[in-house]
T-cell receptor, first 111, second 113 residues
């Protein structure tokens, strides 16, 4: 079935550093979503993207819908301790209710 | 707003036991789904429903049953629990006609011994 490649799998960063992660797909999507999961909780939506080339920000987070419609990027600027968690990308095509999920990027901030 | 409510939050089962994980949403979403989350594997779709009375299999349906008698509720049944079903289970509802967002419950951490 469809798969999303999300990278990196994990990141160890210093507080204050910028973070970048991305997802690529073998298929075209009409919607890209980025979620964050805190320990012991369900994923929570961070940013939703609906148009190729779209660049959307949510505070220190910025996500882009790739021009090819097969990729998306999430950047976090000036990371802080509460940014730790697992970040998931998800894509959806117009013809299907189902979301296709990346395997997640685990963000760890070095003390 | 309650959103998506899952119960229980934690459960320990013995191999061969059966149980039902409950999921309810109050957003009137037609689409609901169950996922399992295992380390390093992201979210894998077990079953989903596009409306009351309609269910279908996802990526990993074996060992699980679902039903959808109302728009609000979408229970997941484990027929005969196996250690391989030790996982964290998430229920989600989606409003595909408006935003495509998936709203998740807090999860059920299941251990099968």
């Amino acid at each position: 079935g469809q798969q999303l490649n999300q990278s990196p799998q994990s990141m160890f960063i210093q507080e204050g550093e910028d973070v970048s992660m991305n997802c690529t797909s073998s298929s075209i999507f009409n919607t890209w979503l980025w979620y964050k999961q805190d320990p012991g909780e369900g994923p929570v939506l961070l940013i939703a993207l609906y148009k190729a080339g779209e660049l959307t920000s949510n505070g220190r987070l910025t996500a882009q819908f790739g021009i090819t419609r097969k990729d998306s990027f999430l950047n976090i600027s000036a990371s802080i301790p509460s940014d730790v968690g697992i970040y998931f990308c998800a894509g959806k095509s117009r013809s299907n209710y189902q979301l296709i999920w990346g395997a997640g990027t685990k963000l760890i901030i070095k003390p | 707003n309650a959103g998506v409510t899952q119960t229980p939050k934690f459960q320990v089962l013995k191999t061969g036991q059966s149980m039902t994980l409950q999921c309810a949403q109050d957003m009137n979403h037609e689409y609901m789904s169950w996922y399992r989350q295992d380390p390093g594997m992201g979210l894998r779709l077990i079953h989903y429903s596009v409306g009351a009375g309609i269910t279908d299999q996802g990526e990993v349906p074996n060992g699980y049953n679902v039903s959808r008698s109302t728009t609000e509720d979408f229970p997941l049944r484990l027929l005969s629990a196996a250690p391989s079903q030790t996982s964290v289970y998430f229920c989600a509802s989606i409003d595909p006609g408006r935003s495509d967002w998936a709203f998740f419950g807090q999860g059920t951490r299941l251990t099968v011994v």
